[in-house]
């Protein structure tokens, strides 16, 4: 059984900052790409952010310049490091992981965190 259990989020003033994390546990073999997801409240999810595990990050243009995702192997934990905060960013984050469990590959998704950015 592979678990993806995500912390950090909470309420946060315009222009602040939040650190995400994502900790894989369970019969892991190895890790592929790593995303993080997030869903506002009447629309669909959109992809956020995505690593590859040999760390090569790409963004969604909404949040290039302010968030940086990134991951510690050796921990099976991947972060979202969110700074300079709009209350445009406020929704449920999911992470997501492509994760081998003995000889195939599936997609594991955390329960969601909720980011509020609001004064």
């Known amino acids: 059984q592979v678990q993806l259990v995500e912390s950090g989020g909470g309420l946060v003033q315009p222009g602040g900052s939040l650190r995400l994390s994502c900790a894989a546990s369970?019969?892991?073999?190895?890790?592929?790409?790593m995303a993080w997801y997030r869903q506002a409240p009447g629309k669909e999810r959109e992809l956020v952010a995505t690593?590859?595990?040999?760390?090569?990050?790409n963004y969604a243009d909404s949040v290039k310049g302010r968030f940086t995702i990134s991951r510690d192997n050796a921990k099976n934990t991947l972060y979202l490091q969110m700074n300079s905060l709009k209350p445009e960013d406020t929704a449920v984050y999911y992470c997501n992981a492509r994760i081998r469990v003995l000889t195939n590959a599936y997609d594991y998704w955390g329960q969601g965190t909720q980011v509020t950015v609001s004064s």
């Open positions: 690593i590859t595990s040999g760390g090569t990050d």
């Open positions: 369970g019969r892991i073999f190895s890790i592929n790409a």
